[in-house]
């Protein structure tokens, strides 16, 4: 007898039973470690981003880090005047610190084609040394004379003045930072070293700025006026008598009032951010800073007693502004000795 196998009976079997069995799924979330690494990799990327920006605020903020700003001379003699008792390493600083070897006067070294020429186009434009070949052979020689070709005809005629000693009010109280001195006022007539021009000729400004409201306000500190060149031809100037007032300039229709010490800012960078602090839309080639009298007082004090020298004997002299305590303050940091 065969044994038969016994089927299912579906009306009395649980029709679950009947069903095959559920599959079963393993899945596994990041089988390479994707997931903790992405975690640790974003952490670290925005911990270095928030890093570097805390560096470069507080780099770009640091006020010893800014920029140097030089604002060039554009006449080069200073005068004799009463000493100053300055603090150590400014102007007026420790005698000792002038006893290292002094560097000597590089003079402008010109074909002697070129200097007669620049001679006769100086004699142009500074009248009262037209007579004085020796006086215009000095001034063209000075490290700062290539600085004023491109000035306009006003304010040549303005610094023509100054180097001629032609508007100066005699000797006058100096206001430096320690003993008060005489300043010959600038008087001193034609080639000589202690009129303003020869002075402006021969000094040269370092400001640390960060941006052109920040130079303004060292400018404002020393009541310097500033003219800018106006376009399209940069003949014509606009005068700021007072810089901390932006759009308060007005057209330059005379240089007359103007004081004898200027400098010039060549560089169109910065004279571009002085113009927009100023309230300006244009960006000048330059711009020319007007010191007071009692600036200028202060300053040939400070450069005659850095080494001890006579104004004559000085080739050219820099002056840098620091800031100490809030305020503003310059000091002078290097000198040339005419050569002998």
Not at 235 to 264: C, H, V, Y
Request: negative net charge.
């Amino acid at each position: 007898m065969t044994p038969t196998t016994k089927l299912p009976n579906p009306s009395t079997e649980d029709p679950a039973a009947l069903e095959p069995p559920a599959e079963e799924f393993w899945h596994k979330y990041s089988p390479h470690y994707e997931f903790p690494i992405s975690n640790v990799a974003s952490i670290a990327i925005h911990v270095l981003a928030v890093g570097l920006i805390i560096f470069i605020t507080t780099r770009l903020m640091d006020p010893e880090k800014k920029a140097p700003v030089p604002i060039r001379g554009m006449l080069v003699k200073n005068e004799p005047q009463g000493g100053l008792a300055g603090e150590k390493g400014g102007g007026g600083g420790d005698p000792m610190e002038a006893k290292e070897a002094e560097p000597m006067d590089p003079l402008r070294k010109l074909p002697e084609v070129e200097l007669s020429r620049e001679i006769v186009a100086a004699s142009a434009w500074i009248p009262e040394l037209k007579d004085n070949a020796e006086a215009l052979k000095q001034v063209v020689q000075s490290p700062n004379f290539d600085k004023l070709r491109d000035l306009n005809e006003d304010i040549k005629k303005r610094f023509a003045q100054g180097i001629g000693g032609t508007k100066g009010k005699g000797a006058e109280t100096g206001t430096g930072m320690g003993e008060a001195g005489k300043g010959s006022g600038g008087t001193g007539g034609p080639g000589d070293a202690t009129t303003s021009g020869s002075r402006s000729l021969r000094w040269t400004i370092v400001f640390k700025t960060s941006s052109g409201e920040d130079y303004l306000k060292q400018l404002a500190a020393f009541e310097a006026k500033v003219a800018i060149p106006e376009p399209p031809d940069w003949k014509k100037n606009r005068l700021f008598e007072d810089i901390t007032m932006p759009n308060a300039g007005k057209p330059l229709s005379s240089t007359d009032d103007l004081p004898d010490m200027m400098f010039k800012d060549e560089d169109k960078v910065s004279a571009a951010k002085i113009a927009r602090a100023l309230g300006l839309t244009y960006s000048p080639p330059w711009f020319i800073a007007f010191f007071p009298k009692s600036m200028e007082n202060k300053m040939s004090d400070m450069e005659k007693d850095y080494r001890k020298l006579k104004e004559d004997q000085i080739y050219s002299t820099t002056f840098r502004v620091v800031e100490r305590d809030g305020k503003y303050e310059i000091k002078v940091t290097e000198q040339i000795r005419k050569q002998n």
